[in-house]
């Protein structure tokens, strides 16, 4: 299973802006699928943006423009930046990897706040 180390969460005015790292172990991160997910206290858990190993990029619709996933293979980390910030993306966010056997691996998770 693929160990997943979330950093970079924390406390962020409206309008500010923050960036999330996963780390991800294994020599075929190349390879993995790559997303971040967030969950809502009372809500499901919903996909934010992913990005496969060729580099396409899929976002919600609510965070189109303001958040940019990207990847280092060198690093095996996966980043999400996070841009304009607004009260409903407060969340814990989830790093997610999917190997080319479709086995999901899941990070533990790392809280996003903003509020002023």
């Known amino acids: 299973q693929v160990q997943l180390v979330e950093s970079g969460g924390g406390l962020v005015q409206p309008g500010g802006s923050l960036r999330l790292s996963c780390a991800a172990s294994?020599?075929?991160?190349?390879?993995?699928?790559m997303g971040w997910y967030r969950q809502a206290p009372g809500k499901q858990r919903e996909l934010v943006a992913s990005?496969?190993?060729?580099?396409?990029?899929v976002y919600a619709d609510s965070v189109k423009g303001r958040f940019t996933i990207s990847r280092d293979n060198t690093k095996n980390t996966v980043y999400l930046q996070m841009n304009s910030l607004k009260p409903e993306d407060t969340a814990v966010y989830y790093c997610?990897?999917?190997?080319?056997?479709?086995?999901?691996?899941w990070g533990q998770g790392t809280q996003v706040t903003v509020s002023s």
């Open positions: 990005i496969t190993s060729g580099g396409s990029t």
């Open positions: 997610n990897a999917v190997e080319q056997s479709l086995r999901s691996s």
């Open positions: 294994g020599t075929i991160f190349r390879l993995y699928r």
